[in-house]
């Protein structure tokens, strides 16, 4: 007490072998995603990006300290790195310094959620799309105005309504489930 603002710098980085062995596979920029907005959902006050390649500044000819594909010139580039960007946008679209996470606002499926503490709106991060029950008594509206956001392009579209209290993805990739206690926030 008082409560300080973490960030965590050292998680997926994108094209980094997994357990530092490309036999095992490479994490993508649905892992890196994945990890910033866990963090940034989970409470934390910012996220840091990481690529494999970029870290070691690798180019051709080089030694490197574990397997890379891309010079760094490449990977500075790489779909990851360049999505970061949603999230921030995403988080600064709405009141930021009254953001808690809140994983009750979860009541089926997997995500991970946070909101403001006036219940002006909610967020829920699916990390495979899918569907997601939610209870929105925390907001300041019974019938809020609800939307999914893209990760992948930051862009966002309407949401079906809620069948029984459940909101289903557009598709199988990660997704951010917007509920606004306001008609529509972007108007």
């Known amino acids: ?19 530092w062995d490309s036999t095992e596979g490479w994490k993508t920029a649905v892992h890196a995603r994945g990890a910033a907005y866990y963090q940034v959902f989970s409470g934390a006050a910012g996220h840091t990006y ?5 870290h070691q500044f690798w180019e051709p000819g080089m030694d490197a300290a574990y397997e890379v594909r891309d010079p760094w010139q490449e990977a500075i580039h790489h779909e990851g790195g360049t999505q970061m960007r949603h999230l921030k946008t995403l988080m600064l679209s709405r009141s ?25 709106w909610a967020m829920v991060y699916l990390p495979e799309g899918g ?16 939307t999914w956001f893209n990760p992948r ?27 606004d206690a306001e008609e529509d926030p972007t108007q």
């Not at 029950?133 to 105005?145: E, I, K, W, Y």
């Open 50 to 54: 990481g690529n494999g390649a970029v």
């Open 1 to 19: 007490t008082p409560v300080k603002p973490v960030i965590d710098s050292e998680v997926f980085y994108e094209e980094h072998p997994f357990n």
């Open 131 to 146: 569907s997601v029950g939610v209870d929105t008594s925390a907001l300041a509206s019974r019938s809020p105005h609800v």
């Open 96 to 120: 930021y310094f009254d953001r808690v996470p809140d994983q009750s606002l979860v009541t089926s499926g997997t995500g991970r959620a946070t909101r403001s503490e006036s219940g002006s």
């Open 153 to 179: 392009t930051g862009e966002s579209q309407p949401a079906q309504d809620a069948i029984g209290g459940s909101y289903t993805a557009p598709d199988n990739e990660d997704w951010v489930l917007v509920l």
